[in-house]
């Protein structure tokens, strides 16, 4: 592993616990890291602690664990580059596919009409930005079993007085 690559998997590992630390949800649904790119990142969350009164895995879990995907994706690329910014999802839309019955991942990618050069392009002439990402959750036939289109903004944080 390159050590760009291993910087980066050691950020996102810290984001991880960041997450863990400050979303109790997260520590609760116990979410983990399970690959990360400078495009990709994907979150784990066991079964268990996810069930709904069915055996399958509850819709908000999949949903606030695509959420988290996501969120994390921009997250990172943001403190990679070394901004500092609150973000948050502006708008998203979500489908359930089909059931799981197993533990479960949520991969995050840029929507194809997003890229990074733009986000920081924006940042850095507004102080804000937004992106668009596409999180999936595969369904053990390896068919989406669920998917969230989301608008994700940064707005710089003003430096303390």
């Known amino acids: 592993m390159s050590?760009?690559?291993?910087?980066?998997?050691?950020?996102?590992?810290?984001?991880?616990?960041?997450?863990?630390?400050?979303?109790?949800?997260?520590?609760?649904?116990?979410v983990q890291l399970d690959a990360c790119s400078d495009d990709h990142l994907t979150l784990l969350a066991p079964l268990a602690p996810n069930i709904n009164d069915k055996g399958c895995a509850f819709g908000g879990s999949l949903v606030s664990l695509m959420t988290l995907a996501g969120w994390s994706l921009v997250?990172?690329?943001?403190?990679?580059?070394?901004?500092?910014?609150?973000?948050?999802?502006?708008?998203?839309?979500?489908?359930?596919?089909a059931p799981l019955w197993d533990d479960f991942r949520a991969e995050a990618t840029l929507s194809p009409e997003a890229d990074w050069a733009t986000f920081f392009s924006t940042l850095e002439n507004r102080g804000k930005a937004r992106t668009e990402v596409a999180c999936v959750i595969p369904g053990e036939d390896g068919k989406p079993a669920a998917t969230l289109s989301a608008r994700f903004v940064a707005k710089r944080r003003e430096p303390a007085a």
């Open 3 to 30: 050590d760009t690559a291993l910087d980066l998997t050691r950020q996102a590992q810290d984001l991880t616990r960041f997450i863990r630390d400050e979303i109790p949800l997260a520590r609760t649904m116990d």
């Open 75 to 97: 997250e990172l690329a943001l403190r990679r580059r070394g901004h500092d910014c609150d973000v948050f999802v502006a708008e998203s839309t979500v489908r359930y596919l």
